[in-house]
């Protein structure tokens, strides 16, 4: 009697697998958005490292072309794009065409009137937030502070006019008291900082 109650307990019905699959399948959605979700501050870490490795790859095209490259920041858009020198004799001369934005290697992702770049990321903006020097000690009254919001490097890989330099700030919609820096120095280095707790760490 025991041995025929053993065997009918021991198999699973279609029906019981079916109904933990769904179990499964409606604790997974639940629970991943939550798991995949960023943090503002991520959100705002990654764009500004995104930046830099985007300046660093600008500036290495240069070197690797022997050709002018040139990056144009669109502050009110939260647009920025790459343009190199195409001319045959390389005059260094940039005329900002959609042209010029796809050779200089740029990777797109997004584009403004025609032109392919890289849109920020959601939610994320030019500006300062609530930070009221830079971590040089530049001001924040310009989310960019390089003349005439755009940085050119030479074929050595030189920010032009030699001895420029510049800070980039980024802030997060959601929240204006994180905020992220790219410093640019004359020689072609880029550096992260991001404020937290009324001052700058890198």
């Not at 279609?14 to 997974?28: D, K, Q, R, S």
Request: hydrophobic content about 40%.
């Amino acid at each position: 009697m025991e041995l025929g109650r053993l065997e009918n307990n021991r198999g699973v019905t279609l029906v019981e697998l079916i109904v933990v699959a769904l179990i499964i399948g409606v604790a997974a959605s639940v629970a991943l958005p939550r798991a995949l979700k960023t943090s503002p501050r991520q959100e705002l870490t990654r764009a500004a490292r995104q930046l830099a490795r985007d300046l660093e790859q600008t500036r290495t095209r240069a070197v690797s072309t022997k050709r002018l490259v040139r990056v144009s920041f669109d502050g009110p858009a939260d647009f920025y794009t790459a343009f190199m020198d195409t001319t045959e004799d390389r005059r260094g001369e940039i005329f900002e065409d959609a042209e010029e934005a796809r050779e200089s290697k740029l990777v797109a992702r997004g584009s403004r009137a025609g032109l392919p770049g890289v849109r920020l990321p959601k939610r994320v903006t030019f500006g300062a937030g609530s930070a009221s020097a830079g971590p040089l000690g530049e001001p924040t009254s310009d989310p960019i502070t390089l003349s005439g919001d755009r940085l050119e490097f030479n074929t050595r890989g030189m920010v032009i006019p030699l001895g420029t330099s510049g800070v980039i700030f980024l802030t997060h919609e959601d929240d204006p008291s994180l905020v992220a820096a790219v410093t640019v120095s004359g020689a072609g280095a880029f550096q992260t900082w991001h404020y937290r707790n009324g001052s700058w760490e890198r």
